[in-house]
């Protein structure tokens, strides 16, 4: 899809952080663009920050963990905009800490956000994408979708859910027209850690070899990744080059992480035990 110029783009988690930038991207592009998110105070914030980077974008608050809510949303987008171009799957949650640490609600966040929101809302845009045999899904994902990261199990799980999504869906639609790419980005500057309650001292020490990104370079990388259609996009390329040679041989890596003090988290294992039993 060389052309955004007037496409019709839906951004969920699109009034912060990484998804407020794509929505930028977009607008910046001609696209037409809906950004849906469930605070309606920060949506309506954000939609007025983002007018001025292009003609049409419209907040739609609806909480994605609620099928009926995504559905109505999707057809007052659709009554609004018209037919539905672009996809970006990006609404997100969960937690860092290990499962004997997490309440019910915690665990189960993750399988609604990113997951059971990212089914919903492309299952609602393909049937029209079909018809057309023209489209776009993006879907974020995190590192935590390729590797068995632990001691934030429901978080990992799900983004494997996300990367599974998204490969199955490439081989199901790309013959037909529809584009669909897979974003990897390394840690972004988000808040995200804030606003969910994520300890990153739970993240293994790994993740401190990388650099940490700007929410606007993943959005030029999302850009990109539609206007070339790309089935995947991994940065930075150090990341990139550390999910290539763990692939080859995982469970010998993983070993090789620990062997360097790289898989274990920042904070120290007995203080599980101890806020278990406070």
């Known amino acids: 899809m060389k ?6 783009a839906i951004v969920t988690g699109g009034s912060k952080g990484i998804g407020k930038c794509i929505a930028k991207g977009l607008l910046e592009e001609g696209a ?7 605070n309606s105070t920060t949506l309506l914030e954000a939609t007025q920050e983002l007018q001025q980077f292009g003609d049409v974008v419209l907040p739609f608050t609806c909480d994605l963990r609620c099928s009926i809510n995504w559905q109505e949303t999707y057809q007052r987008i659709v009554d609004t905009l018209g037919p539905v171009d672009i996809l970006i799957n990006n609404a997100g949650a969960g937690t860092f800490k290990p499962m004997d640490l997490q309440t019910h609600d915690e665990a189960m966040l993750p399988v609604q956000l990113p997951f059971g929101a990212a089914v919903a809302a492309s299952h609602s845009v393909i ?5 057309r045999k023209s489209g776009h899904i993006v879907n974020m994902i995190s590192p935590a979708g390729i590797l068995p990261i632990p001691n934030m199990m429901p978080y990992t799980a799900s983004r ?3 990367v599974g999504l998204s490969q199955s869906l490439y081989e199901e639609l790309h013959h037909q027209g529809i584009g669909v790419t897979m974003v990897c980005p390394g840690e972004v500057n988000t808040g995200y850690f804030e606003q969910n309650d994520a300890d990153m001292d739970w ?11 700007e929410p606007e370079e993943v959005a ?6 539609i206007k070339k259609d790309k089935r995947e996009v991994i940065f930075p390329a150090s990341l990139k080059a550390t ?7 995982p469970r010998f890596w993983i070993k090789a992480f620990d062997t360097l003090g790289l898989w274990k988290p920042s904070i120290k294992q007995a203080d599980s035990s101890t806020a278990a039993s406070s």
């Open 32 to 38: 037409k663009v809906a950004i849906v998110a469930s």
């Open 220 to 225: 030029r990388q999302v850009i990109r990744a």
């Open 203 to 213: 993240y293994p020490k790994i993740s401190k070899v990388f650099p940490v990104l």
């Open 160 to 162: 494997y859910a996300m």
């Open 243 to 249: 999910l290539k040679i763990y692939g080859v041989a």
């Open 127 to 131: 049937p029209d994408m079909l018809t």
């Open 3 to 8: 052309d955004l110029k007037d496409k019709v």
